[in-house]
C-alpha cells in the first residue's frame, strides 16, 4: 500500500504545479513558472522597443583633462518622435545621439528642457518610434507594488530591474548638489535599481505604464553604490511635458524673487527684524514685473560689501497657512500652484505678522 499511495501524492504535487517541475526533481520544466514572472517579462518585452540609450558630447569647457567625453543615460518614446530624459543628461550637450533596443543610432535634438524638475525632450528625424510608453498615476502607488526599470546602467543597454515602491520621499530628504530639480515637491523611491546610467528612463509599474522617471539614487558616501532608487513621479512629468509641448517653458507657480534662508542670518539681524525664531525665507530680491513685485513683497537692501543691511525685507513664515522652515518650502510649496492661481504668504514685516496674496502669473520663454 505504501507504494501507491507515495505515488499518487506524487502525482497530485505535478498536477498541481501544472506540470511545472519533474517528478522527483526541482528543475523547472518551463522558463517562466510564476505569474509574476510572466508578468515581468511581458511588460519588459514590449516595454524595451521604446527605451533607448543616450550619449551626450559633452561640450570641451565641461572637461576635465582625461574626463570621458560622453556622458550616458536613458530615455524613451512617449510620442513617435519625441523621447522623454532627464535634463541632468544633456544639460552641457554639443551633441546627442540615441541608440534604439535593436542597435540602431540615430541623431536627437533638444526639443524642450524644465530644470526645475530636471526633465528634457529630445526629438529625433529619420526614424519612428519602435513603440510608445504611456503615463500612469504616481499617485495611486500603494508601498510594496511592483515596479520594473529600464535603461543603461554603466553603459549596459536594456537591463532590466525590478522592485517595489516603497515610500514618496520629501525632497528635502534627497539632497543634490548640481542645482537641479529645485521645484520637485517628492520624489519616488524603490528597490528598483536605479544607478548611473538608468537617469531618464522609464520606472514601470505591473501594467507597464510609466509611474515615474528614474533620476538618481541614495548611498551613504560617493564611494558606496546607492541602493535606493529615486524616480521622479510620473503625474509632475507628465504636467511638463503638456506645458513644454504648449508653451514651450513649465507653468508651475514661481515668486520671482530670491529668498534667503532665515537660520543663515546673523542672530543680530533678526533680532532687529523681532523675530525669536530662524524658521522662515528672506526676500533677498525681487525682480522686476515679477509675481512678486505685482503683490508688492518687498526685497532685501545690501551694502557695496554683499551684505544685508537693517532693517531687513519680507521674511515669509507660511505658504497658505503651512508653516515654512526656509526658502525650500516656499519654492516647492508655490510649485505646486499653477499658473493663474492665488498663493497666500504670511509675512514677517516692521515686526508684524501679515498676509500678502500673490497671482502667479503664465512663465514665457525668456
Not at 11 to 30: F, K, N, P, S
Not at 57 to 69: A, F, H, K, S, T
Not at 321 to 333: E, N, S
Not at 337 to 346: A, E, H, S
Request: proline letters at 5%; a positive charge; charged letters at 20%.
Amino acid at each position: 500500500m505504501t507504494l501507491p499511495r507515495t505515488l499518487g501524492l506524487t502525482l497530485l504535487l505535478c498536477t498541481g504545479l501544472g506540470g511545472a517541475y519533474l517528478t522527483g526533481r526541482v528543475t523547472a520544466q518551463r522558463t517562466l513558472v510564476t505569474p509574476d514572472e510572466i508578468n515581468t517579462v511581458q511588460v519588459t518585452q514590449k516595454a524595451l522597443q521604446a527605451v533607448v540609450r543616450v550619449d551626450t558630447r559633452l561640450q570641451r569647457e565641461q572637461l576635465q583633462p582625461g574626463d570621458d567625453p560622453i556622458e550616458t543615460g536613458t530615455g524613451f518614446f512617449y510620442k513617435k518622435d519625441l523621447i522623454v530624459t532627464n535634463y541632468h543628461v544633456v544639460q552641457f550637450q554639443e551633441s546627442i545621439t540615441v541608440t534604439l533596443y535593436n542597435g540602431r543610432r540615430v541623431t536627437a535634438r533638444l526639443e524642450g528642457v524644465d530644470p526645475g524638475i530636471d526633465i528634457a525632450i529630445l526629438r529625433v528625424s529619420g526614424v519612428t518610434a519602435p513603440a510608445t510608453l504611456n503615463f500612469g498615476s504616481s499617485a495611486r502607488l500603494i508601498p510594496g507594488q511592483k515596479l520594473m526599470t529600464l535603461g543603461t546602467p554603466f553603459r549596459i543597454q536594456n537591463f532590466v530591474g525590478s522592485g517595489v515602491f516603497s515610500v514618496t520621499a520629501s525632497a528635502r530628504d534627497v539632497p543634490r548638489t548640481d542645482q537641479l530639480g529645485s521645484e520637485i515637491s517628492q520624489y519616488i523611491t524603490t528597490t528598483a535599481s536605479i544607478q548611473q546610467g538608468n537617469s531618464g528612463g522609464p520606472v514601470l509599474d505591473s501594467r507597464g505604464l510609466v509611474v515615474g522617471v528614474a533620476d538618481l539614487n541614495a548611498a551613504p558616501n560617493s564611494l558606496v553604490p546607492g541602493t535606493i532608487g529615486i524616480a521622479i513621479p510620473a503625474d509632475l512629468v507628465k504636467q511638463s511635458l503638456d506645458d513644454l509641448e504648449k508653451i514651450g517653458v513649465p507653468q508651475r507657480g514661481t515668486l520671482g524673487a530670491t529668498l534667503v534662508d532665515l537660520d543663515s542670518l546673523d542672530p543680530a539681524l533678526r533680532q532687529l527684524a523681532g523675530l525669536s525664531s530662524n524658521q522662515g525665507a528672506l526676500v533677498d530680491q525681487v525682480a522686476a514685473g515679477s509675481a512678486a513685485a505685482r503683490a508688492g513683497l518687498r526685497g532685501s537692501l545690501r551694502n557695496s560689501k554683499d551684505q544685508l543691511l537693517a532693517p531687513l525685507g519680507d521674511i515669509i513664515v507660511a505658504v497658505d497657512g503651512q508653516g515654512v522652515r526656509d526658502a525650500f518650502d516656499v519654492i516647492r510649496l508655490v510649485a505646486t500652484k499653477r499658473t493663474g492661481q492665488t498663493v497666500t504668504l504670511d509675512v514677517w514685516r516692521n515686526k508684524k505678522r501679515v498676509q500678502v496674496k500673490v497671482t502667479l502669473p503664465k512663465r514665457t520663454l525668456q
